[in-house]
């Protein structure tokens, strides 16, 4: 037991746990900023991320994605590259995709083990940047902000509220602000997500359910200074759409018969309910070849069969694939 300490402290003087990145003043933090047609604040958001990380003394990038603008914004972020191009990166668009094909396109793009998004329309306090920072430190994988107090239109203000605790309620994680496009991550976080469509504001709920740490912190909202808001009631449509897909994604891609296969026997026994009433009161006398409820009972009997057929080539189709090791997520692997 006498040398139990001398086998022990060699093993520990050496640094096999890495240091954490939320800390490391080696490690390189990207900040992407998705955009289309701000024009008129991205000469103050620059000069904003960059005196924060001068104060902070962390080195660091800035991803902008110009996504499709129509305005003077990518001859603004040509002149920010020309001038800085050691911490500047600059994607364009030809055409607008939408704010998750932009940050997936930053995500690809930055180095960082640290990404921080946010807005460009100076909403979002670059000042802010630390906290998050400090919150990660303590051992959140993601941290979302929560504008608590909202510089918006009052419709938008009351369905951002409702839409936050429908999507809350199905994630079985409580975030005030889902869709608050300020936030941070560890970068393994990206690297296993897949996002695409309208995915990016479901990004906490997809990353919560592989297992991450998600938290989040209370972030000052500041009333637009230029252009003018991107959002539009076309998106609550699309919006519920996604949510429908990331709850496939994340609690029945991999046994989809548990869902198919209870709504289809839901639907198969209760057309077989209603013929069985049917056929008794045809055994007593009863005419019932006229009656609607006759088709109903037959036409949900079929339709059950094949909603759980769907469920089984679905389990089928997962059979077949090959095993993927992003099924398990490992965080740490000490050798």
């Not at 954490?20 to 991320?49: C, H, Q, R, Y």
């Not at 079985?172 to 608050?180: E, I, P, Q, S, T």
């Not at 679905?314 to 077949?320: K, Y």
Request: proline share 5%.
């Amino acid at each position: 037991m006498d040398e139990l300490p001398e086998k022990i402290n060699p093993l520990l003087a050496q640094n096999l746990v890495p240091p954490d990145p939320a800390t490391d003043p080696d490690a390189l933090i990207s900040v992407i900023v998705p955009l289309k047609n701000e024009e008129g604040t991205l000469i103050m958001l620059f000069d904003k991320v960059w005196d924060v990380f001068r104060k902070i003394e962390r080195e660091y990038e800035i991803v902008f994605i110009d996504d499709g603008s129509t305005d003077g914004s990518y001859g603004v972020l040509q002149d920010l590259y020309r001038q800085h191009p050691d911490i500047v990166r600059v994607i364009k668009f030809r055409m607008n995709k939408g704010k998750a094909a932009a940050l997936a396109a930053g995500f690809k793009l930055a180095e960082g083990e640290i990404i921080i998004t946010m807005d460009a329309d100076l909403q979002d306090d670059p000042s802010e940047i630390p906290r998050f920072l400090e919150a990660l430190a303590k051992g959140a994988d993601l941290i979302s902000g929560w504008k608590k107090v909202r510089h918006d239109p009052l419709h938008k203000v009351i369905f951002s509220r409702f839409w936050n605790w429908i999507v809350s309620t199905a994630a079985g994680l409580r975030l005030h602000d889902y869709n608050c496009g300020f936030k941070a991550y560890r970068k393994e976080v990206l690297n296993e997500l897949h996002i695409y469509g309208d995915l990016h504001r479901y990004i906490p709920f997809l990353a919560k359910a592989s297992g991450y740490v998600v938290s989040e912190i209370v972030v000052e909202h500041h009333p637009r200074k230029s252009g003018v808001s991107k959002y539009g009631f076309g998106r609550v449509f699309r919006g519920f759409f996604d949510l429908f897909t990331v709850i496939m994604l994340t609690r029945f891609r991999r046994n989809p018969l548990h869902l198919f296969g209870w709504i289809g026997s839901v639907l198969f026994i209760s057309g077989v309910i209603i013929n069985v009433w049917l056929t008794w009161i045809w055994m007593h006398g009863a005419s019932i070849g006229s009656r609607p409820l006759l088709i109903m009972g037959v036409l949900l009997m079929v339709v059950g069969v094949q909603i759980f057929t769907i469920g089984l080539i679905g389990e089928m189709i997962n059979s077949l694939k090959p095993s993927d090791q992003s099924d398990h997520p490992i965080k740490t692997i000490l050798k």
